[in-house]
T-cell receptor, first 115, second 113 residues
Framework: EAGVAQSPRYKIIEKRQSVAFWCNPISGHATLYWYQQILGQGPKLLIQFQNNGVVDDSQLPKDRFSAERLKGVDSTLKIQPAKLEDSAVYLC?????????????FGPGTRLTVL | GENVEQHPSTLSVQEGDSAVIKCTYSDSASNYFPWYKQELGKRPQLIIDIRSNVGEKKDQRIAVTLNKTAKHFSLHITETQPEDSAVYFCAASSSSGYSTLTFGKGTMLLVSP
């Protein structure tokens, strides 16, 4: 079974620039998550999709971050404009269904450096 | 919302020793507690999980215990090996019903040969 795919793996941008990340979840997984992992910390949930609908975006900085999952499969996360404090690894994860006991499988992440 | 505290932040042991990592959570409605291992530069990978209707679960050298009354759970690794060296994260599900996880800040485990 193929895992969660993410691209790019690394991105370096200047502050105030825009950047977009892409995620393709495991086939058949209805739930998709975007996490931000700052160096030395645990992943922090940014947004959670159930199919193509948002079920939790309470920690997403909506003035600069946006995400979509238009067809209920792959997803993009965008930052516009980027700030220095956005430097982090952005992890995508997916799970089969939104039940409480479903395992979340993580992608390799995109390491963003904002200069 | 849920808050997860994890201790210690770093743990150094000799090969063959046991390692214990502890977490506490705040939301009494949480009922799913996974542990993830993250090697340097790699993705977090689930190593074991426990649900609230169980007090202990074992998988070879790894075990997790849960005390719902005290709202804490622990990871136990026996007979540690150098390849166990990694950052370990505990997590707890929220009560939202959508499998939302809140992670601890992680424990860096170093196993010396």
């Amino acid at each position: 079974e193929a895992g969660v795919a993410q691209s790019p793996r690394y991105k370096i941008i200047e502050k105030r620039q825009s950047v977009a990340f892409w995620c393709n979840p495991i086939s058949g997984h209805a739930t998709l998550y975007w996490y931000q992992q700052i160096l030395g910390q645990g992943p922090k949930l940014l947004i959670q999709f159930q199919n193509n609908g948002v079920v939790d975006d309470s920690q997403l900085p909506k003035d600069r971050f946006s995400a979509e999952r238009l067809k209920g499969v792959d997803s993009t996360l965008k930052i516009q404009p980027a700030k220095l404090e956005d430097s982090a690894v952005y992890l995508c994860a997916s799970s089969l269904a939104p039940r409480l006991v479903d395992t979340q499988y993580f992608g390799p992440g995109t390491r963003l450096t904002v200069l | 919302g849920e808050n997860v505290e994890q201790h210690p932040s770093t743990l150094s042991v000799q090969e063959g020793d046991s390692a214990v990592i502890k977490c506490t959570y705040s939301d009494s409605a949480s009922n799913y507690f996974p542990w993830y291992k993250q090697e340097l530069g790699k993705r977090p990978q689930l190593i074991i999980d426990i649900r609230s209707n169980v007090g202990e679960k074992k998988d070879q050298r790894i075990a997790v215990t849960l005390n719902k009354t005290a709202k804490h759970f622990s990871l136990h690794i026996t007979e540690t090996q150098p390849e166990d060296s990694a950052v370990y994260f505990c997590a707890a599900s929220s009560s939202s019903g959508y499998s939302t996880l809140t992670f601890g800040k992680g424990t860096m485990l170093l196993v010396s040969p």
